[in-house]
């Protein structure tokens, strides 16, 4: 968990670019998946980036006791240790998109998958 978290807490200040972190996990920006999946790989839950639609598949359905990813075509979002990791910031459209920790909350709505890594 920490290593996840540490690996999360690298992407401050880096920007918003679809696409980003997709063929790599080190990219000069991310997207969604590309940040949740920097995440768990700096945590070595994932061998390579992987895309929204992939994570919808990924390790074992429902929620986690530590990491839940929340995933859908298009977006993916994770809560890890209780913080949202995200890239946008739901609330308001005048916000910047970028990946990093987000202080509000974010319903699950719309056709989101709750996935988690096996044991978390």
Not at 45 to 61: A, H
């Amino acid at each position: 968990m920490k290593r996840v978290i540490w690996a999360a807490n690298q992407l401050f200040r880096k920007p918003y670019i679809f696409g980003g972190g997709h063929k790599s996990f080190h990219d000069r920006g991310y997207d969604c998946s590309g940040t949740v999946s920097f995440a768990l790989g700096g945590g070595g839950l994932l061998k390579s980036p992987i895309s929204s639609t992939e994570f919808r598949k990924y390790g074992e359905s429902g929620r986690g006791k530590w990491i839940t990813i929340y995933a859908r075509n298009g977006h993916t979002y994770a809560i890890i240790a209780g913080l949202r990791l995200d890239t946008t910031p739901y609330l308001t459209a005048h916000d910047k998109w970028a990946p990093g920790w987000q202080l509000a909350e974010r319903v699950p709505a719309g056709g989101f998958e709750a996935r988690h890594p096996v044991g978390l």
